[in-house]
């Protein structure tokens, strides 16, 4: 579904990636993690075309994508959740999921109503400004306004960053809801013994540059996974 062959970019003419290399099959869950300054987030905004690739190729469904624009990556049902200002703080729920689908000329208020399933707690606060919620309830309004395109591939930067331990739990099911209704996900994520329990396979970067990768289960119990990231 999606390939990234040894790609090589960053920001002001300095390469953060190194030659990164990663897959996702359709239906999956593919993790990354990683140190801080491995090039983690680079990958996912290089493959939306916010980071200009030098070097390598990005390919989705078997067509080249490599530095296309985002609002062109997006057309082609790849969304991407970044990991802060994700919200427009000012609109409500329901404005932001509108938001969520301007591209759109048909009726999608079935999406809506989908959204509202997974998040049920945002149906009670649809009227309420995205900006007063909890950081858990923002994450969730930035889930449900990328799910509003139906996406078919999902970029998930960080969606645990900064939410209380019990929160982080429910996330990571509601993440899990989103990927059984077929919809494949390629996320980075520090909570790394979680996230590799629930994924398909995963990879850990360092320095820009593939160091292993594998199956989650497999990377749960690798040593040197254990040592660097799940505490030994």
């Known amino acids: 579904m999606l390939e990234v062959r040894e790609i090589y970019g960053g920001y002001g003419g300095v390469d953060i990636l190194n030659g990164v290399s990663l897959t996702v099959k359709p239906g999956e869950m593919v993790v990354i993690i990683g140190p801080n300054g491995a090039g983690k987030s680079t990958v996912m905004k290089a493959i939306f075309g916010l980071v ?20 062109e990556v997006t057309q082609r049902s790849i969304c991407y959740v970044p990991q802060t200002e994700n919200v427009f703080p000012t609109l409500t ?7 969520g689908a301007f591209i759109r000329t048909d009726d999608y208020s079935h999406q809506i109503d989908m959204v509202y399933e997974l998040f049920p707690v945002l149906r009670e606060k649809r009227k309420q400004q995205a900006g007063s919620l909890s950081g ?6 930035a889930m449900s306004r990328a ?22 739990d429910d996330m990571f099911q509601m993440i899990k809801k989103i990927n059984d209704l077929g919809v494949s996900i390629l996320m980075v994520e520090q909570n790394a013994k979680q996230a590799l329990g ?7 970067l360092t320095t820009g ?24």
């Open 52 to 71: 200009k690739v030098r070097e390598g190729t990005i390919s989705y469904e078997e067509q080249e994508i490599t530095n296309l624009m985002p609002n």
């Open 93 to 99: 729920i329901e404005e932001n999921l509108d938001m």
């Open 136 to 141: 858990g309830q923002r994450q969730m309004v």
């Open 147 to 168: 799910l509003m395109l139906e996406p078919r591939l999902l970029l998930l930067d960080e969606p645990t960053a900064g939410l209380a331990p019990a929160i982080v």
């Open 198 to 204: 629930l994924a398909d396979r995963g990879y850990v």
């Open 209 to 232: 540059q593939n160091r292993i990768d594998d199956t989650g289960p497999n990377l749960l119990a690798n040593r040197e996974v254990a040592e660097m990231f799940l505490g030994g």
